[in-house]
C-alpha cells in the first residue's frame, strides 16, 4: 500500500534577481522530464517566476532558497521554502483580482498570476519558514462520445488487479453505467486513471471471468498512511450485481486490512455497496445532471483500533461535534479555541477546487485572518455567478485556526453535516451551503 518512492529534484538558490534564469529552467527541465506537456510546463514555470520574483521585491536578499520539484506520474508538484516576513498569499484567492490603480497592487500581481498557473496550492508557515507547493496536473483529452460496449455476463468470476488497458476500458464503462455526479472528478479520464495507478499513489481490481470480460472495479487511495479512501464499487455486469460488488469489497477489504491504515472512507458510494461491511457517517446533498437533488452517503470502516485523539473546535461547533462522536462511538477530546486579544492576520486565503461539470467546488482554509467572514461570502457570490451552487467547505480539527472560520461559516448560510475520521490532520468536518431548495 506504500507508493514508490518518487523522483525528487531539488534546487537551492539565494534570493537574488541574477539566479531568476536558474531557478526558471530548473523548473522547466523537471516538469518536461517527469511527463508535463509543453503548456503545462509553461504555466509551472510562469508560476515559478512570478513567485522568484515577488520574493526578490518584498523578501531578504540573498536568503537560501530550496526549490523541490516532485514527478507524481499524474502531476508535478514544486515547493518552495523560504524565509520572508511579508509573503502575501491573499493573492490566491479565487476572488481576488489586479487593481493597476493602486501602487500596492503591483506586487501582488505575480502572484496573481502565480495563482491562476497553477491547479492546486497550499501554503504553510512555521518557525519563520514558509513553505508554498504548487501543483500542476497533466492534461489528459476527454473521453470521446463513441457508444461504450455494454458489459458480458461473466462466469466464474475472479479478482484481480487490472492491466493499464483494462483501467481504461473500466473507466469507459463507468462513464456508460453511472450518472455524473456519482464518477469523482479524477476518475472521468481513463488515461489518468492508468497514471495514478501507476504510480503507487491508487490501487484498483477488477472483477473479471477466465474470458476477460470486465464485471466491476474498485479504486482505493490512500491518505499519508492514516486512512484509505474508496471509490465504487462499480459494476458492470448488472446480472450478478450484489455478488460481484461484495466479492469487490471483500477482496480489497483484504489487501489493506494489513496496510497500517487506521480506516476505510468511502465518500463516492455507489448504489451496490454492500453497506453490511460500512457504518454510515451522515449524508449531503447532491445535484444530478437531470436536477434532481440526491442524498449521498458517506460509509466508514475501522481497520485498527480507535484509540482516540485530541481535537479543536469553535464553540459554536461543540454540540454537533459531540453529538456526532456519540453516534459513532469515537474517542475524542474536544479542546475549545479562544480568542484573548491576540493580533490576527487581517486577510484569509482559501483554496477552490471546482467540478464544473457537476456545479460542485470545495472550499479548503489556507489562510485564517480577520476578513474570513467577507471572504467567504464574497467566495459564495462569485461560485454562485459562475453557476456553481453546490458548495461545500472543509475544515481540519488537527488544525486550531481552521476551527475560526467556524462563525462566518455558519453567518454565510453553511452548515456541518459530516464527520470524516482520519481524513486530515485530525478528522475533517464537511460543511454545506445550505440551499432551501436542496432540503430533501
Known amino acids: 500500500m506504500t507508493s514508490p518512492n518518487k523522483t525528487v529534484f531539488s534546487l537551492t538558490v539565494q534570493v537574488n534577481p541574477a539566479f531568476l534564469p536558474v531557478v526558471t529552467a530548473f523548473i522547466e527541465k523537471s516538469s518536461r522530464a517527469f511527463g508535463l506537456g509543453e503548456s503545462e510546463a509553461l504555466s509551472l514555470t510562469l508560476a515559478a517566476e512570478e513567485i522568484f520574483s515577488y520574493l526578490c521585491s518584498t523578501g531578504r536578499l540573498n536568503e537560501a532558497l530550496s526549490v523541490t520539484c516532485t514527478g507524481g506520474g499524474y502531476y508535478v508538484q514544486e515547493e518552495f521554502r523560504f524565509r520572508a516576513e511579508h509573503f502575501n498569499v491573499k493573492a490566491f484567492n479565487l476572488t481576488a483580482s489586479a487593481s493597476p490603480d493602486e501602487d500596492a497592487d503591483w506586487l501582488q500581481t505575480g502572484l496573481l498570476i502565480a495563482s491562476r498557473m497553477v491547479d492546486r496550492f497550499q501554503f504553510f508557515q512555521e518557525d519563520g519558514t514558509s513553505r508554498l507547493l504548487l501543483r500542476k496536473e497533466k492534461y489528459y483529452p476527454e473521453p470521446d462520445d463513441s457508444p461504450v460496449a455494454s458489459a458480458q455476463p461473466l462466469r466464474n468470476i475472479a479478482i484481480r488487479p487490472p492491466d493499464p488497458e483494462e483501467l481504461k476500458v473500466a473507466s469507459h464503462l463507468i462513464a456508460g453505467n453511472y450518472p455524473l455526479h456519482w464518477i469523482p472528478q479524477r476518475l472521468r479520464f481513463p488515461g489518468k486513471l492508468v497514471d495514478m495507478v501507476q504510480s503507487g499513489d491508487f490501487g484498483a481490481a477488477v472483477a473479471a471471468d477466465t474470458s476477460g470480460h470486465l464485471g466491476g472495479l474498485v479504486v482505493w487511495h490512500m491518505h499519508e498512511n492514516k486512512l484509505i479512501g474508496l471509490y465504487g464499487p462499480y ?166 485556526w481552521h476551527s475560526r472560520f467556524t462563525p462566518g461559516l455558519f453567518s454565510t448560510g453553511f452548515e456541518p453535516r459530516l464527520v470524516l475520521p482520519y481524513a486530515g490532520t485530525g478528522d475533517l468536518v464537511m460543511f454545506q451551503l445550505r440551499d432551501d431548495e436542496a432540503q430533501v
Open 235 to 400: 459494476v458492470f455486469d448488472r446480472t450478478k450485481s450484489s455478488d460481484i460488488s461484495r466479492e469487490l469489497i471483500e477482496s480489497f477489504i483484504g489487501i489493506v486490512a494489513k496496510s497500517g491504515a487506521i480506516g476505510i472512507l468511502n465518500r463516492y458510494p455507489t448504489p451496490e455497496i454492500p453497506t453490511e461491511y460500512f457504518e454510515v457517517l451522515g449524508s449531503f446533498t447532491v445535484r444530478a445532471p437531470s436536477g434532481d437533488l440526491v442524498q449521498s452517503e458517506a460509509y466508514y470502516r475501522h481497520l485498527e483500533e480507535d484509540l482516540g485523539m485530541a481535537v479543536w473546535s469553535h464553540p459554536l461547533l461543540e454540540g454537533f461535534l459531540r453529538e456526532q462522536y456519540e453516534k459513532l462511538f469515537f474517542a475524542r477530546d474536544i479542546q475549545l479555541i479562544t480568542s484573548e486579544g491576540e493580533t490576527s492576520s487581517p486577510f484569509s486565503v482559501l483554496s477552490a477546487h471546482v467540478d464544473r461539470k457537476v456545479g460542485r467546488v470545495t472550499l479548503r482554509p489556507v489562510w485564517w485572518g480577520n476578513d474570513a467572514e467577507e471572504n467567504l461570502a464574497d467566495h459564495v457570490r462569485i461560485l454562485k455567478q459562475e453557476n456553481i451552487p453546490q458548495i461545500f467547505f472543509e475544515m481540519d480539527l488537527g488544525r486550531s
